[in-house]
Nanobody, 122 residues
């Protein structure tokens, strides 16, 4: 069992930056692919970014490529999402997830956090 707790969300003006963190419980963090997804009101939950077990490979949705950076620290059981040049359309609840399936599909993840709200004002 893995428990994930996100933090770092908040209200930001367009063009600003936020860094989300997700801390995982347990000793098996490094055995999981970690991902970030987001869900805006009335929309499906969508893939944002993912990182492989060692941190050597990353994956991004086209909508955030060049603006967001995912990273992980296996010694701290933590995955991060650095979000720069934020846009109003980035407003959503952001979820951290752990799994061993396809990194850019919801079905590739077994464990999910409770989410953290990110609101970007224009």
């Amino acid at each position: 069992q893995v428990q994930l707790v996100e933090s770092g969300g908040g209200l930001m003006q367009a063009g600003g930056s936020l860094r989300l963190s997700c801390v995982a419980s347990g000793r098996t963090f490094s055995s999981y692919v970690m991902g970030w997804f987001r869900q805006a009101p009335g929309k499906e939950r969508e893939f944002v970014a993912a990182i492989n077990r060692s941190g050597s490979s990353t994956y991004y949705a086209d909508s955030v490529k060049g603006r967001f950076t995912i990273s992980r620290d296996n010694a701290k059981n933590t995955v991060y999402l650095q979000m720069n040049s934020l846009k109003p359309e980035d407003t959503a609840v952001y979820y951290c997830a752990a799994g061993n399936g396809a990194p850019n599909f919801r079905t590739g993840y077994r464990y999910w956090g409770q989410g953290t709200q990110v609101t970007v004002s224009s």
